[in-house]
């Protein structure tokens, strides 16, 4: 599966982007979707995941109540509404995609996703 990430760019503290992930293939739905983030000379963190039916969420612990994940099988498509923005949000925003078996655990570590997207960049100033 290829994805590609969009809906980053500059924005004030305190405001809102919808970042969205557009998947090829016909089988999206057999795969766990992630996003993740890497900020300016720090590894890539979890930020949120969604089941296959969409019907379970995950989120760090950092971004819960301002972060929402969803996802839209009909049209291949994650998204990732970020609300109340801060400047440590800033970061590269990456989607990637899983068809591997597992616990929800697994949803938080890289290494579990097979495929990833080239990333969106979301800059928040102050």
């Known amino acids: 599966v290829q994805l590609q990430a969009s809906g980053g760019g500059l924005v004030q503290a305190g405001g809102s982007l919808r970042l969205s992930c557009a998947a090829s293939g016909r089988t999206f739905s057999t795969y766990v979707m992630g996003w993740f983030r890497q900020a300016p000379g720090k590894e890539r963190e979890f930020v949120a995941a969604i089941n296959r039916s969409g019907g379970s969420t995950y989120y760090a612990d950092s971004v819960k109540g301002r972060f929402t994940i969803s996802r839209d099988n009909a049209k291949n498509t994650v998204y990732l509404q970020i609300n109340s923005l801060k400047p440590e949000d800033t970061a590269v925003y990456y989607c990637?995609?899983?068809?591997?078996?597992?616990?929800?655990?697994?949803?938080?570590?890289?290494?579990?996703?097979?495929?990833w997207g080239q990333g969106t960049l979301v800059t928040v100033s102050s």
């Open positions: 990637a995609a899983s068809r591997a078996s597992g616990g929800s655990y697994h949803y938080t570590l890289d290494p579990y996703y097979d495929y």
